[in-house]
Nanobody, 115 residues
Framework: QVQLVEYGGDLVQPGGSLRLSCVAS????????MSWYRQAPGKEREPVAY????????NYATSVKGRFTISRDTSKNTVYLQMNSLKPEDTAVYVC????????WGQGTQVTVSS
């Protein structure tokens, strides 16, 4: 059974930082491309960051480039999203996705950026 479980969401002030974790079980993330998506209230889910199955290619949404960093630790089967210089518009549920020939999704973790 494949499970993706996200951790690390919290309430943070503008300008602050958070690190999200996505722990995978039932798959080997080194054979999957991994992505973070987010969905804000009333908006569609949007891609935020991507890391290839080899870990050598990363891509970011324009809105987060230079502030967010995606990484992975294959020994822990975990993907991370380091988020710096957070803005109120980053408020959303952040969801992890693993893709190979199929896609698996986590349940998400809430990130709220507010003073």
């Amino acid at each position: 059974q494949v499970q993706l479980v996200e951790y690390g969401g919290d309430l943070v002030q503008p300008g602050g930082s958070l690190r999200l974790s996505c722990v995978a079980s039932g798959i080997d993330i080194s054979t999957y491309s991994m992505s973070w998506y987010r969905q804000a209230p009333g908006k569609e889910r949007e891609p935020v960051a991507y890391i290839s199955n080899y870990g050598d290619i990363t891509n970011y949404a324009t809105s987060v480039k230079g502030r967010f960093t995606i990484s992975r630790d294959t020994s822990k089967n975990t993907v991370y999203l380091q988020m710096n210089s957070l803005k109120p518009e980053d408020t959303a549920v952040y969801v992890c996705c693993a893709r190979h020939s199929e896609a698996y999704w986590g349940q998400g973790t809430q990130v709220t950026v507010s003073s």
